[in-house]
């Protein structure tokens, strides 16, 4: 079964997001979008492919239970069966599985603290 097959996103932690957003503008050049920056690239099946870059609040309640300053979204070919493994595997959730418009996601937290989102993309 395959599992992670890339990264889906890189969400950071800001004591001051607008700041943050303008130096990565500016000194990286990345075009940003109000929610962050989305890089697009072929992956077939699905041409419409993509990872983003996204900034939260230095107080977001997003990454919790994590303490980290980022959460790093790996992409995955079939988040039902990686959960399923997962499971089998003892490796605790957090939370529930979620179905949105993006696709679907679940969490799970690392060796190290660290929350882990994966993330399904919906078909193109």
């Given at each position: 079964?395959?599992?992670?097959?890339?990264?889906?996103?890189?969400?950071?932690?800001?004591?001051d997001v607008?700041?943050?957003?303008?130096?990565?503008?500016?000194?990286?050049?990345?075009?940003l979008?109000?929610w962050g920056?989305?890089?697009?690239?072929?992956d077939?099946?699905n041409p419409?492919?993509?990872?983003?870059l996204?900034?939260?609040?230095?107080?977001s309640?997003?990454?919790q239970?994590?303490?980290?300053?980022?959460?790093i979204?790996?992409?995955?070919?079939?988040?039902?069966?990686?959960v399923?493994?997962?499971?089998?595997?003892?490796?605790?959730?957090?939370?529930?599985?979620i179905?949105?418009?993006f696709?679907?996601?679940?969490w799970?937290?690392?060796?190290?603290?660290?929350?882990?989102?994966?993330w399904?993309?919906?078909p193109?």
């Amino acid at each position: 079964m395959k599992r992670v097959i890339g990264i889906g996103g890189i969400f950071l932690k800001c004591n001051d997001v607008e700041r943050s957003r303008a130096w990565y503008a500016k000194h990286l050049g990345i075009s940003l979008e109000s929610w962050g920056a989305q890089f697009s690239f072929r992956d077939e099946p699905n041409p419409e492919a993509y990872s983003v870059l996204s900034f939260f609040k230095s107080d977001s309640p997003y990454f919790q239970p994590s303490n980290g300053s980022f959460m790093i979204n790996f992409r995955v070919h079939d988040l039902d069966a990686l959960v399923a493994a997962l499971r089998q595997e003892d490796v605790e959730l957090v939370g529930d599985p979620i179905v949105e418009e993006f696709g679907k996601f679940a969490w799970v937290i690392d060796p190290d603290g660290n929350k882990i989102e994966l993330w399904e993309q919906p078909p193109a």
